[in-house]
């Protein structure tokens, strides 16, 4: 089988050489990622994978088609970006990595809330600097305080099991409800009670057209005050016009964001040295109550172990044309 990995960083192609160290697969990495500009790469190849920010859209399934790709293997959770109906109509089967590590996932959301919420990041550099003073660094103990989950599939409930550690009230919102969590004490409601009595709101759904901006400014209205939101599922589930006025009326305390609408032009890249062309990250970045990671959630060893394993498990499934239990249909 010739694979083509897009977007391929050095941390991907050293564990898929790891784990395909006899050389069973004939892999070839490109930097670049996948579009219908860059789908012409893929002649000769019969799997691609691909990963989050890749735009497989229906122009570049049909590129693929014709370049006889048989299967895009996505080493992720998510395939928002993947046309599923195109891929079908084109008989070209989808896969992906449905849980991998829902714990690495979950151990940021809370990473971003403690760090936002004790401003540890800011003690770091103050006293690095022989800046000894608290001043600006008070912040609230998560005992007690109101928690609302949005989604609670693999990652959010690995969410809720932690915050109930903490010693925190859960309530959630999910079109399924699960009875784990419920005997765990988690207390479903309709969304808008969710968003209304929450002093942290969590989101851990999928990006889907019913989830698209359901953090909007209606949305924020219904929430309280200094309100700290967390997303770590995709950017897209904020408006991030209406997230920025929010917290430039205070309406909300802290955001913290391991995903954003508009990441494919920068996460994963060192743009360091470059003119940064978007003003909604320049404008986040001047919030001193907002923590943006760049995608960086899934980032453990054990989560990069599970990815690499189950897409080769994906990929050999498609070759012995065995049963595929992680096909998108
Ligand atoms: P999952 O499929 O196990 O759970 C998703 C849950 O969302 C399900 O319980 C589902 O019923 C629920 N849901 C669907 N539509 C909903 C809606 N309209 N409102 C409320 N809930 C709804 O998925 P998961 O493994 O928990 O992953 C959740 C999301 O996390 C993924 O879709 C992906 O976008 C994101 N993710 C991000 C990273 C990262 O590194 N930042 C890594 C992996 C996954």
Redesign the pocket.
């Known amino acids: 089988m010739k694979i083509a990995v897009f977007s391929t960083k050095s941390y991907d192609q050293e564990y898929f050489e790891n784990y395909n160290s006899e050389k069973k697969y004939d892999f070839t990495f490109f930097e670049t990622s996948l579009t219908s500009s860059t789908a012409n790469l893929t002649l000769g190849f019969d799997v691609i994978c691909a990963f989050v920010n890749d735009k497989i859209d229906q122009d570049t399934i049909e590129i693929l088609a014709k370049n006889g790709v048989k299967l895009i293997a996505m080493r992720?959770?998510?395939f928002n970006n993947v046309d599923i109906q195109s891929a079908k109509t084109h008989g070209i089967k989808v896969v992906r990595v449905p849980?991998y590590s829902?714990e690495a996932?979950a151990e940021h959301s809370v990473a971003l809330i403690l760090t936002l919420n004790r401003k540890t990041h800011k003690a770091y550099n103050r006293v690095r600097e022989g800046n000894f003073s608290l001043k600006n660094l008070i912040g609230f103990n998560l005992h007690g305080k109101t928690v609302g989950v949005?989604?609670?599939?693999?990652?959010?409930a690995a969410f809720c099991r932690i915050m109930k550690g903490f010693g925190c009230n859960l309530f959630a919102?999910?079109?399924?409800e699960s009875q784990e969590l419920v005997e765990m004490g988690v207390q479903y409601l309709p969304i808008d009670e969710v968003f209304m009595q929450s002093d942290i709101i969590s989101l851990?759904?999928?990006?889907?057209p019913?989830?698209k901006h359901i953090v909007n400014s209606s949305s924020l209205a219904q929430m309280k005050d200094g309100v700290m939101i967390i997303n770590?599922?995709?950017g897209a589930l904020i408006n991030t016009a209406d997230a920025i006025d929010g917290l430039a009326q205070k309406k909300i305390g802290y955001m913290g964001i391991?995903?954003y609408e508009q990441e494919e032009k920068l996460f994963f890249e060192d743009l360091s040295e470059s003119i940064i062309q978007d003003d909604y990250i320049l404008r986040l970045n001047s919030f001193p109550n907002v923590l943006i990671t760049s995608?960086q959630?899934?980032f453990t060893k054990e989560a990069m172990d599970q990815i690499t394993l189950i897409t080769l498990d994906n990929i050999q499934a498609f070759e012995n044309k065995q049963q595929l239990i992680n096909e998108v249909v």
Do not use: E, F, M
């Not at 919102?173 to 399924?176: A, E, I, K």
């Not at 851990?204 to 889907?208: A, M, W």
């Open positions: 992720c959770a998510g849980a829902p996932v949005v989604g609670t599939g693999q990652i959010g919102y999910d079109l399924t851990h759904c999928p990006l889907t019913g989830t770590t599922s995709r391991d995903v995608h959630a899934y």
